[in-house]
Nanobody, 112 residues
Framework: QVQLVESGGGLVQAGGSLRLSCAAS????????MGWYRQAPGKQRELVAA???????NYADSVKGRFAISRDVAKNTVYLQMNSLKPEDTAVYYC??????WGQGTQVTVSS
């Protein structure tokens, strides 16, 4: 069973940037789809961004143009570059494989 470990969360002011990392315990070369979800207090978990093994990406409308997902197969790591952060981006961010395997999450807090 592959394990996922997220890092890179923290406290940032509105307009700032953060880069989240998701390190997998084995090769991600053959993994069809990986993604990032987030969950704010009192809200349902929602998809933020996803990337396929072929490099295709998709994003939630709320983050298009501000966030970018990428992967480094050599490092078994998926990244989420988050720019122009807004207070409404505050949430726990989770890395996932096919919405089946999940990491423990990393907190992102954006102050106004």
């Amino acid at each position: 069973q592959v394990q996922l470990v997220e890092s890179g969360g923290g406290l940032v002011q509105a307009g700032g940037s953060l880069r989240l990392s998701c390190a997998a315990s084995r090769s991600i070369l053959s993994i069809t789809r990986m993604g990032w979800y987030r969950q704010a207090p009192g809200k349902q978990r929602e998809l933020v961004a996803a990337i396929t093994s072929g490099g295709f990406t998709n994003y939630a409308d709320s983050v298009k143009g501000r966030f970018a997902i990428s992967r480094d197969v050599a490092k078994n790591t998926v990244y989420l570059q988050m720019n122009s952060l807004k207070p409404e981006d505050t949430a726990v961010y989770y890395c996932t494989i096919g919405a089946i395997t999940w990491g423990q999450g990393t907190q992102v807090t954006v102050s106004s």
